[in-house]
Every structure is written in structure tokens, then in C-alpha cells.
């Protein structure tokens, strides 16, 4: 007879990373002021601010947090400081998935590693103003990595639709609640993953894209789950970065409730539904565009199905998990604001009618990440 899982099996360790936009203080155009406010940042404020891509980007981490309780405390003190580096730079750092204003293309950052990718890659890299929400959680082992994104990737489309967060581009509406993820879509490895049977077999696919040179090496392999190139975690990485902290901490709720069922799951030997790699890019294709309030195809029941309904059956099924890991607070607490004030996307249309540059820069600043949202308004 097989132990019963610890209470520590459902409490991994969890990390978030986010990436910023650095945007014109009055037209919201991108500007490549990445080295300016990276410096300032380091020398002033004490913060490791990290370079991305290209120079109107830049990318926050938490530490290895216990919870999220202690990843929502850090988002907020970090999100404070980037937006004080970035003022002191003379630019505006907003929580967007993709540039909602101006030109979509940026600077490469100066290191050895981003200019290879521009070489081999081109125009693709100079458009990678994208800016995404990655959620780490700790595993066992390699194998089990695997297994467990086996597990997540059948709720992929769900968790895009969470933070779904970049409905403009170039002032225009795309008519997407994520148009970052069409963006991405571009890259060669990217999307939902095929189903892995084993590390080995993961192993073997990396190579092949490597070989092929569709990938420069493991940290190039960018599908939306994935076990982690340096770290014992499994990587979560569909998510457009979230307007608001709450939504960030509601994805990582998630996240992270969803690899410990996992770990638990493939500790018995429970083996995850083998839905086809094209299935789940249909549906994640259908959740980047409807977001939160549309439908999308329900890969289980294999019938569209609203995207919210799909949330709370995902939110059902890990409560449990949420009520031993202490994260049950903080997912209530993200479902109210959602509920209240819709998802990202539906935030910036509401505000942006009419062109309203000031306003959308304002729900979108990195410094609103303390504040109160504001009480819906009503569409007349």
C-alpha cells in the first residue's frame, strides 16, 4: 500500500518572473532605455533588475518563495522600485503584454547571446517587444518534470486566459485579449508541447531542434511549459505579465497547485490525458483571442466551452490543494477582482475609448501595483 503524499508535497516552492515595458512617460511609444534604468536601479535602489532582448524591456524575479502570500509582497516592492528607476531614466515602465502604442520593434541588447539570436532570427528578434509572466515550481527530478508537464499542459489554454493582458497594438484594437501570444507564435519552438514519455524523450526532441537550428540551445526551446534549463522547477510561460499583482498572484496560485497535484499524481502512477499537441494549440489560439469572457475549445470535453466556466472547474479541482498550501486567500482574492473588474484586456478597452493615452498608461503603470482598483463603471 502506498504512503499517503506529506503536507510538504503540496507546499512546493514557487518563484515568478516579470517583464516590463519601458515606454515614452507621455506617448507610451517603446524606448530603449533598458541600460539607464537597469543601472540606476542596481546602483541606487539595490535592485537586480535583469536586461531582456531588446533595450525596452526589462525583467524582474522574486526570490524562492514558500507561498505566494511572500511572491505578492515581493512583486509589489519590486514593481515600486522599477517604476522609481524608471522615472529617474526619464521613461515609464508599464505591466503590458505587448507595446499597446507606437512601433513594435526595440533595440537589441548588447550581449553576446541576444546578438547571436538577432543574427540567426532577424526580424523576429527586433519585433520581440513582448512582455510575459513566467511561474516556476519546484519539482523532484528531471523525469518528474516531464511527467508533471504532461499534466499542466492540458489546462495551458485556462491559464492564458488569466492574465491575458495586450488587446492594442500600434493604438489600434487587434480584436485578441492577448495579441502577445500571436506574436510569439511566430517562433519556431513555441506554443503547447507535445507529450513527453519520458526526460529522454524530451532530451531527444531538444536536440533535434537544435540540430535543425530552430533553437540555439535548451534556454531557445519557448514552449508554454517546460521543465526549467537551470533550475529544478517546472516553467509555466504562456502568460502575457498580468496589469495588476493580484492577477499575477492568482496565475502562480494556479501554477503552483497544479504541479502539486501533479507530483502527486505521477507519484501514483496516474498518467495524464494524451490530448494532441494541434488540439491544444486550437484552444490556446481561442483563449489568447476570446480571453476571460469568450469560449474557447474545452480540450477534456473536446466542446467549446466558456473560458470562465473552465477557470472554476480548474479552480474546483485544485481547491484541496489550495486549502493545505494556504494559497485558498490570495486565489479568492484574484477570482473577486476579476469578477469585479474583468481581465486584463477588458481593463484597457474600458479606459482606452477614445484614444485616452493618459489613462491607459495610468492602469498599465508598474506603480499601481499597491493601489486599489477602481470600481467598475458602467459602459454608458
Known sequence: MKKAPSKDAWCPTVGVEEEFLLVDPKTGVPVNRADDVVTIARERLGLDLQHELTGAQVEI????????????????????????????????????????????TGEITDSLRYRRIAREFGALAEQQLICGCHVHVAVPDRETAVQVCNHVRLWLPVLAAVTANSPFSDGQDTGFASWRSTVWSR???????????????????????????????????????????????????????????????????????????????????????????????????????????????????????????????????????????????????????????????ERQRRVFRGGRVEALLGLLDVDRADRAEPRRVSAS
Request: charged share 20%.
Open 61 to 104: 524575479n522574486t526570490s524562492v518563495c514558500r507561498d505566494v502570500a511572500q511572491a505578492r509582497t515581493e512583486l509589489l516592492g519590486t514593481r515600486r522600485l522599477v517604476a522609481r528607476a524608471a522615472r529617474t531614466a526619464g521613461c515609464r515602465a508599464i505591466a503590458v503584454g505587448a507595446p499597446p502604442l507606437g512601433h513594435a
Open 187 to 345: 517562433w519556431p519552438v513555441s506554443g503547447p508541447p507535445p507529450f513527453f514519455t519520458s526526460w529522454q524523450h524530451y532530451e531527444q526532441a531538444c536536440d533535434t531542434m537544435i540540430v535543425a537550428g530552430t533553437a540555439l540551445d535548451r534556454a531557445m526551446v519557448y514552449w508554454d511549459v517546460r521543465p526549467a534549463t537551470e533550475l529544478p522547477t517546472v516553467e509555466v510561460r504562456i502568460s502575457d505579465v498580468a496589469a495588476s499583482v493580484d492577477d499575477a498572484v492568482l496565475l502562480a496560485a494556479l501554477v503552483r497547485a497544479l504541479v502539486a497535484q501533479a507530483v502527486v499524481d505521477v507519484g501514483r502512477g496516474v498518467r495524464a490525458e494524451q490530448i494532441p499537441q494541434d488540439t491544444l494549440r486550437q484552444a490556446c489560439w481561442g483563449a489568447a483571442n476570446a480571453g476571460l469572457p469568450g469560449t474557447t475549445l474545452d480540450v477534456l470535453s473536446g466542446e467549446p466551452r466558456p473560458v470562465r466556466r473552465q477557470l472554476d472547474d480548474l479552480v474546483r479541482r485544485l481547491t484541496p490543494v489550495f486549502a493545505l498550501n494556504g494559497d485558498l486567500p490570495a486565489v479568492q482574492r484574484g477570482l473577486r477582482l476579476l469578477d469585479r473588474e474583468g481581465g486584463g484586456a
